[in-house]
């Protein structure tokens, strides 16, 4: 579908059809472009977690304050972003060095910045959900182009999201994406703040 | 373009050509899509300072620790959130009654609620981050099916930011979003975590 078609009619969606599975084969296709996305050094901070077995819905919608639409989803995903800025350093550093991006001394000078950064708690929270974020809107248009609606959702508990779903403690739950299939028709798009209010030139 | 090919072509783009302009048209075209991004509770907390003016990218360089990308690109954009969730909230609420989405009884709760979060200033960054990071990838999509490159960095001095282009207290800078026609093809793309470690399924 042409992209611009799929970012302006991309709704989300509140009412699934839960007959209508996703199936693996589409998900496997759907985190191929995901894993796509930016992120600051590539380092790709970012987890998700597939909630499709009916009994773990029920228990995640428990976590999302009772919303309907992550039980009724063929599958809701958490999307959650890793803590620890150098837990992928490694693998992609080395990349980059066989790419001539970075130099081993440039290795060892970021490796040192990154590990004095992970001991700044509000600074990693901030720093995962920068690129997890990007990553998840890559996730929304992705499932969009492939017919696939999605629901994103900042309304659930964490604490209790990590304990039902063995989230480990360097790991933050920052969103819930509901996906699957339309039942219902969306109601006429919602106010949009104008061009002239979001966009300012030179000074804000 | 074909969306797919949208998300898996698009790479970070580090050589602008300065002497190719992005038009005030392809502003308008690019945030008109931009502003369709979805947002917790439909608050759309994005802002959006657009430097185009040579001497203000200049100051914006110094700003992002000399980064040359910032100074050779068309625009580089500053996307901020702004932090207070009640902003925008009447308006769009209003749209939401009208709509039938929501009752007064549901919009005197929610802005009570909103009003109660405000207060706090860490709950408010994460809360503002979220939406407008959605919106910074919206951004970067639309932008590459026009054909322009982006590229997001996360290396800038936000308090320095702040003061040079007139950023108020309560609207937090995040990234900034370089954006022109590339000079210089994009090396190999580097290394991406594989599907199998980004994605958990039902428990992490």
């Known amino acids: 579908m042409e992209t611009r078609d799929v970012l302006s009619q991309r709704r989300s969606v509140h009412y699934f059809d839960s007959s209508k599975e996703i199936s693996e084969e589409q998900i496997r296709e759907l985190f191929d472009l995901v894993k796509l996305a930016p992120s600051g050094y590539n380092l790709q901070p970012w ?89 998840a809107m890559q996730l929304m248009i992705a499932a969009e182009d492939m017919g696939i609606g999605t629901c994103p959702m900042e309304g659930f508990n964490p604490e209790m999201t990590a304990k039902e779903f063995g989230i480990p403690k360097d790991v933050l739950p920052i969103m819930i994406i509901a996906m699957g299939y339309e039942s219902k028709a969306a109601l006429p798009r919602n106010y949009r703040r104008p061009f002239e209010e979001i966009v300012h030139f030179e000074k804000f």
Chains 1, 2 share one sequence.
């Open 47 to 135: 987890e998700f977690i597939l909630v499709r077995d009916p009994e773990n819905k029920k228990k995640l919608r428990k976590c999302a304050f009772n919303q309907h639409h992550v039980e009724e989803s063929s599958t809701s995903v958490i999307v959650c972003g890793n803590m620890d800025p150098t837990k992928y350093a490694e693998k992609n550093f080395n990349d980059w060095v066989k790419h001539g991006y970075f130099s081993e001394i440039d290795v060892e000078k970021t490796m040192a910045q990154l590990n004095k950064l992970k001991e700044d708690e509000n600074f990693c929270k901030m720093w995962t959900m920068r690129s997890t974020c990007l990553a």
